[in-house]
C-alpha cells in the first residue's frame, strides 16, 4: 500500500543537503525543454541560474514549468515531484514542500487518476502548512491548501466526505471572530464552484456571499466590491474576480 514518510516537526530538520530528482543528464535535457518554451523569460533564467543540480528548491520550480501543457513533459514533471516526497526539507522551506506536494496531488489526480495517492499528498501538504504562522506564509492560505482535497474528492465521486469535511470546519471555527478565515472563504468557493457544475448559478451567487464575511480584506475593499454586488447584480461574476484579488495581499488570521 502506498505510503508517505512523516512529517516532520517545524525546526527539525536542518542542515539539508542537495538530493539528486533524475539523472543529471535528463535534468539538463528538461531545463533546456522549458528554456525552449521559455526562451523569453528571464525570471526562469535566474531561477535555474540561482539552484543547481541537487538543490530541490530548483526541481520545484523545474517540475512545475514541466506541468506547463505546451511543454509536454507532465510525467517528467511527475517523477521529479515523487522525489521531492521523499527529501528532506528544514523549517523555513515548509510553504515550498506544501506547494511541490499540491502540484504533486493535483497532477496525480489529473494525469494518472489515482485518488487516494493524491489525497494522501494533499493532505501532507496540509500538515506542512498548518505548522506555519501567517507570518511565515508568503504564498499559501491555509484553507486553500485544505480546500484543494475538496475537489479531487468531488471528481473521483467521494462528495459525502467533501461536505462532511466542511461541515467539520464550519463547526471547529463556529463563534471564532478573526480578520480573514481562509478555511471557511474556500469551502464556500468550493460550494460556489460546485453549484456551478450542477448548473444552480442562482445557488452559486449566494455561496459567494456567505464567502464574503471570511475574505481578508479591509474595510475600504469590503465596501466597494459590496457597492459592485448590490449595485450591479448582473456584475456579480464581474465583483466576484473582484473579490478573489482583493484578498491575495491582505493577510489572514486564519
Known sequence: MFELPSTPKFGE???VSGYEPVEKSEYVRLVNCVMEKHRYCTGAKRCFLGFPYGHWGGAVTLAEMLLDASVKEQ??????????????????????MAKALCMLGEAV????GKADEALQYLQKASEYIEQLSVFEQLNLQKGEVWAKRLYVLAEAGRLEQAMQE????????????????????????????????????????????EAFPYGAMSIER???????????????DQSAILFEKGILFSTWEI
Open 166 to 209: 466542511i461541515e467539520m470546519k464550519f463547526a471547529q471555527y463556529a463563534g471564532v471572530k478573526a480578520r480573514g478565515n481562509s478555511y471557511l472563504y474556500y469551502a464556500c468557493l468550493f460550494k460556489a464552484w460546485l453549484a456551478e457544475q450542477e448548473g444552480r448559478k442562482d445557488k452559486a451567487k449566494q455561496c459567494l456571499r
Open 13 to 15: 530538520k536542518e542542515n
Open 222 to 236: 469590503r465596501k466597494e466590491v459590496r457597492k459592485y454586488w448590490y449595485m450591479y447584480p448582473e456584475y456579480e
Open 109 to 112: 489526480w489529473a494525469q494518472e
Open 75 to 96: 510525467k517528467a514533471a511527475i517523477k521529479i515531484l515523487r522525489t521531492i516526497v521523499a527529501a528532506e526539507v528544514s523549517s523555513d522551506e515548509f510553504e515550498s
